[in-house]
């Protein structure tokens, strides 16, 4: 059943995403809000799909929270990156903006629900996940990645704005709080991470490639902070940054899955 | 991050502190660093082990190769370099802020009637919201008002640097402990733990287990598992403790946790000899010292050999490989479908040696506990240097440090002008009009 309704929130991002093309290209605000309201109305959809997944664990005699595989944490990255463009993005973004967003949630969700790679079978937990560093842990790291992602939107918003000579005043305050926010986040599961890691392992870091890729992730986010404090105007250069570091987010997520270590999802 | 600025004299000295505090430098060893694990990542590792034992020219080409890239000289350089720049940075912010260089006034400047220090105090008191915390004081060119709220802010480059710097101190500390494995047959006892490329550690006292359980799942799938295991000192009492997933234990120093478990099997066989009848429980690799004249090794444990049930194979210790003996549990039964078999074939035979005959009792599960030891006189460094960090990233980016200063000429005989600035996390932002308004009106009139 969390399936469909995860499925059918898809599908209403599409709908979303189609909208704010349309407010973008004609220039409609009142077709950008009409979107907005589907965006949202699609994460409401997409948060009773969580809701209800996590009741069907404790029906399957599973009984965890819905973060443990890799099903689980598509559909909880895609539903962080919406939520935090409702709070962050909130009077802040404009339609282009939104448009990357729900995209993106858009792909992470279909990815999840319609491939046939990814299993979306409840498994019960292997006793190293059940800990309750598994909901800090997962929740802080995907709030970070999904940050990461809306400062990667803004940061090009605002350098292809700069290039154009328009106005991005809004887009410029949604970088900054996305990217303290995604910091500050993913800084809490890095070190989350580390006190889980030192409770299961008996060591806090092992070089494994996922934590070697979240500090690679995070040297690189502490680069473009330092890039954004010390020269705010140079909005190419921060934009280059964001993106080396969006793809350092993804191969973080994605990439380790295909290196062996203790993370991998496969 | 650096504010202000720096000293430009000549000296090495100046030029070293301009290197160690320039953001610019800093953002280039930051990416230096994720270069580097980039590699480790994608270039095979081999880790040197002290095991190797490796001539110190070869050693040598090793820390500057990337082989290893996180012992490699690039990288401790690169993370020891980054954690001098924090201090560097945090020594110079302090005496800058010392000096004042960071506080200088310049603003909007507006005329006011009169510079009394009651009046401004007091309007500014009227406008700003009550979080601020308003400081006036003359000095030798006015008086000058500073009103602040969010302080606390200041702190936190301090903090964020200081964490970075015990980090990697810890880190570096971790070198003088060890990190290794135990692994523990059950009833076993074991005093020294494996590193990482077989070198031996001994611990200073012995670790023994007591029992091991696994619940499962019905598809056989581990649910929970736990290992009761004894810390035994010499001249002390054993301390038992109970291991489970997640729950570590210290033990003198030394972090124990429940890092996995091994399934094996132990056979019972009972042997009958000129002294009379003997019973064994042993696993793969033991060795049954029947009555001192017989020593047979158990080389293979099965629980079922070929679909002819459970059997082991024993050779006997400094023998031939051919004299081997393969006991089976089910003999009669397999001598009842091939009659005569343990005659033909000798090594079926439970009393091919002269004198003892072997029986296979049973076989039963048994399991190995794998407990991961490690010593890191670091780890607390690197926690207090953490939790300095988050405390600092959170006060960087949640907390806001206004600041309003107010200068005002008292020298000027009749027309005063005031000096008026605002900055917003040290950023200058305009200043409102309603505070213009106030201090214009209300600002020294009445002085």
Redesign the interface.
């Known amino acids: 059943m969390n399936t469909r309704v995860l499925s059918t929130a898809a599908v209403v991002y599409v709908a979303a995403f189609a909208l704010f093309v349309v407010a973008s290209a004609a220039r409609k605000k009142a077709v950008g809000k009409a979107g907005v309201a589907v965006a949202v109305a699609g994460l409401v959809l997409h948060t009773a799909g969580i809701a209800l997944r996590w009741v069907e664990t404790y029906l399957a005699g599973a009984g965890h929270a819905p973060l443990s595989n890799f099903y689980e944490s598509l559909v909880f990255f895609s539903w962080s990156v919406v939520f935090l463009a409702v709070v962050i993005g909130r009077g802040r973004a404009r339609s282009e903006a939104w448009a990357s967003v729900v995209l993106v949630a858009c792909l992470l969700l279909a990815y999840a629900s319609f491939s046939g790679s990814v299993d979306p079978a409840i498994r019960?937990l292997?006793?190293?996940l059940?800990?309750d560093?598994l909901v800090i842990h997962v929740v802080t790291c995907f709030m970070g990645y999904a940050a990461f992602v809306l400062a990667s939107v803004s940061g090009f918003t605002v350098a292809r704005r700069a290039r154009s000579s328009r106005g991005a005043q809004p887009e410029a305050a949604m970088l900054d709080v996305s990217l303290?926010?995604g910091?500050?986040l993913f800084?809490?599961g890095i070190?989350t991470g580390?006190l889980?890691a030192?409770?299961?392992?008996?060591?806090?870091?092992g070089?494994d490639?996922k934590e070697?890729?979240a500090?690679?992730t995070w040297?690189?986010y502490?680069?473009a902070l330092?890039?954004r404090?010390?020269a705010p105007g140079a909005t190419g250069r921060i934009a280059l940054m964001l993106g080396i570091g969006l793809a350092?987010v993804l191969f973080t997520y994605f990439g380790v899955n295909y290196?062996p270590g203790l993370h991998s999802y496969q | 991050m650096r504010q202000g600025a720096v000293e430009t004299k000549g000296s090495w000295r100046a030029r070293l502190i301009r290197v160690l505090v320039s953001v610019r430098v800093t953002e280039a060893f930051l990416l230096l660093l994720a270069v580097l694990c980039v590699a480790a990542t994608v270039i095979p590792q081999t880790p040197y082990r002290p095991g190797d034992g490796l001539a110190i020219p070869v050693r040598a080409v090793m820390s500057v190769s990337l082989r290893d890239v996180f012992h490699s000289l690039w990288f401790l350089g690169a993370s020891v370099f980054l954690a001098v720049s924090c201090v560097a940075c945090m020594v110079f912010r302090f005496s800058a802020r010392r000096t004042g260089a960071v506080s200088a006034v310049s603003g909007r400047v507006i005329p006011v009637a009169g510079s009394g220090t009651p009046p401004v105090v007091d309007s500014l008191r009227k406008i700003l919201p009550p979080a601020y915390r308003i400081d006036a004081r003359h000095d030798r060119d006015g008086l000058v008002a500073v009103c602040e709220r969010g302080r606390i802010r200041r702190l936190a480059p301090y903090a964020i640097h200081g964490g970075v710097v015990l980090v990697v101190a810890g880190a570096l500390l971790a070198f003088a402990g060890f990190k290794g494995t135990i692994a523990l047959t059950e009833g076993g006892m074991k005093s020294a733990a494996t590193l990482l490329g077989g070198t031996v550690m001994p611990l200073g006292f012995g670790v023994r287990s007591e029992g091991f359980s696994v619940e499962r799942y019905p598809d056989g799938m581990p649910r929970e598992y736990s290992a009761e295991v004894s810390f035994v000192k010499d001249g002390r009492r054993p301390v038992r403790r109970v291991l489970r997933v997640n729950h570590p234990v210290l033990v003198e120093g030394i972090l124990f946790s429940l890092s996995g478990f091994d399934e094996t099997h132990e056979a019972v066989i009972a042997v009958m000899g000129p002294r009379g009848a003997r019973r064994f429980t042993v696993g793969e690799g033991s060795v049954v010292d029947v009555d001192g004249v017989l020593r047979v090794r158990v080389v293979r444990v099965e629980q079922d050999m070929m679909r002819m049930g459970p059997c082991v194979r024993l050779v006997p210790v400094g023998g031939d490989e051919e004299d081997d003996l393969w006991l089976f549990g089910r003999i009669e039964r397999i001598e009842s479908v091939h009659p005569g078999i343990t005659r033909s074939v000798r090594r079926f035979d439970p009393s091919r040696y002269p004198g003892y005959t072997f029986v296979l009792e049973g076989i039963r599960p048994s399991y190995i506990t794998v407990l991961g030891v490690n010593r890191d006189p670091g780890v607390w460094l690197v926690a207090t240097g953490a939790c300095l960090f988050l405390a600092g990233i959170g006060l960087g980016f949640l907390v806001v440090h206004e600041r309003v200063t107010v200068r005002i000429d008292t020298a000027a005989p009749a027309i005063r002008t005031a000096v008026v600035s605002r900055t917003v996390n040290g950023s200058a932002v305009p200043v409102d009009d309603g505070l213009l308004r106030v201090l214009k009106e209300g600002g020294g009139g009445r002085s």
């Open positions: 019960p292997i006793p190293a059940k800990s560093w303290k926010t910091y500050v800084s809490v070190v580390s889980w030192h409770m299961a392992w008996g060591r806090y870091w070089w490639p070697t890729w500090l690679i040297l690189i502490t680069t330092h890039v404090v010390r350092s290196l």
